[in-house]
């Protein structure tokens, strides 16, 4: 029982890995379904034919998936021609084509569809204006809502107000947090 005890059936570790599948008497221990034919006189080819057979699996297995990718290629290209197509028509119907010889339900089914995407467009639209405003907010004085901020109001460090808004003199506490001012520095960007 030497072929166990050296290479112990593994196909990897052992350096005859036919012979090491399934010598007589080992018991068959083979990675590659030597089991069941100890005693063989042909077990060698059989190893062999074995491997071929596995190898010739994956090809297969290989072929297989290739073909199926290139079948959702296919597909895909498929839906895009069609995606294309339905592109085309619904711009020719926005641009004021394609209107004539419809029926009313199918009029009826436009209109929806047109109101819903012209309230898409008008709610993105107020979103951007909305951004906008309070970007252009946050660079405005908050007291005047006129002027660029440009002082900062110390100790609490709120860039909040402009120049002419800073020296006026009812301006003691900050006009964001209350803090009483001490100090305001003019800020150039
Ligand atoms: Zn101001
Ligand atoms: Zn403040």
């Keep these: 029982m030497h072929w166990g005890g050296r290479t112990n059936g593994d196909l990897v570790s052992g350096d005859a890995p036919y012979e090491s599948i399934a010598p007589a008497g080992a018991g068959g221990r083979g990675v590659l379904g030597g089991g069941g034919h100890g005693g063989d006189p042909a077990q060698g080819d059989g190893g062999s034919s074995d491997h071929v057979g596995l190898i010739r699996a994956l090809w297969l297995q290989e072929k297989e998936s290739r073909l199926a990718?290139?079948?959702?290629?296919?597909?895909?290209?498929?839906?895009?021609?069609?995606?294309?197509?339905?592109?085309?028509?619904?711009?020719?119907?926005?641009n004021g084509e394609g209107f004539k010889g419809r029926s009313l339900q199918e009029l009826e089914h436009l209109e929806k569809d047109l109101r819903?995407?012209?309230?898409?467009?008008?709610?993105?639209?107020?979103?951007?204006?909305?951004?906008?405003l309070a970007k252009e907010e946050q660079r405005l004085c908050v007291v005047c809502q006129e002027n660029e901020r440009s002082v900062l109001l110390l100790p609490c460090r709120h860039l909040c107000v402009c120049r002419g808004c800073s020296e006026r003199q009812e301006l003691t506490l900050c006009p964001l947090c209350r803090d009483h001012i001490t100090e305001s520095l003019v800020v150039y960007s």
């Design 69 to 94: 990718s290139e079948a959702k290629v296919l597909s895909l290209e498929e839906g895009a021609a069609a995606l294309r197509e339905e592109r085309d028509k619904l711009k020719a119907t926005l």
């Design 116 to 132: 819903k995407a012209l309230e898409g467009v008008c709610g993105e639209r107020d979103r951007i204006v909305q951004q906008q």
